[in-house]
C-alpha cells in the first residue's frame, strides 16, 4: 500500500525532505486535503508540518485529529522538534497547533511577492519530550 511505502521510504532514506498524505473523507471518500512533513533535517532531527482543508470540512477537528497522527508517525520515527507555522489570523490553525501542544515561539514578517504586501506569521513549535508529556 501507499502508506507503507511512505513508511519504508521514511525509515530506509536519508535523502527524504518532505512526506505527503492526502486527507479523505470517511463516507465519500472524496480527497478534501493534505498534511505535510517537509524540510526534514536528519542531523537535527526536526521538520516543519503544513496542512489545508477543504472549507466545508473546517471546524469539525478533522485537522486537529489528522494532526495528532502525524505527529505520533514523526516522533516515533525519532524527530525531536516540529515546527508549524500560520498567518497571524488564522484562528482556526492556531487552534489546531495549539490544540496539539504546540507553543507559540515568534511573529515575523514576510513580504508576499504578488503584491508586495507584508504579512505576519506566527511560528509554532512542538518537541518530543512537549508532546510525550501531553500524549494520551
Known sequence: SVSELL???????????SLNWVIESRSTKETIGTISLFNIDYTKR???VGYCLSRFYWNQGLMTECLK????????KGIKLIE???H???VASIKVLTNNGF????EFKIVMSKNNHEEIIYKYQLTY????????
Open 84 to 86: 508549524g507555522r500560520c
Open 129 to 136: 519530550g512537549e508532546w510525550k508529556k501531553c500524549e494520551v
Open 103 to 106: 507553543r507559540f515561539v515568534e
Open 88 to 90: 497571524h489570523d488564522n
Open 69 to 76: 497522527y502525524i505527529l505520533k508517525f514523526a516522533f516515533k
Open 46 to 48: 526536526s521538520c516543519e
Open 7 to 17: 513508511l519504508k521510504t521514511w525509515m530506509n532514506s536519508d535523502n527524504v525532505k
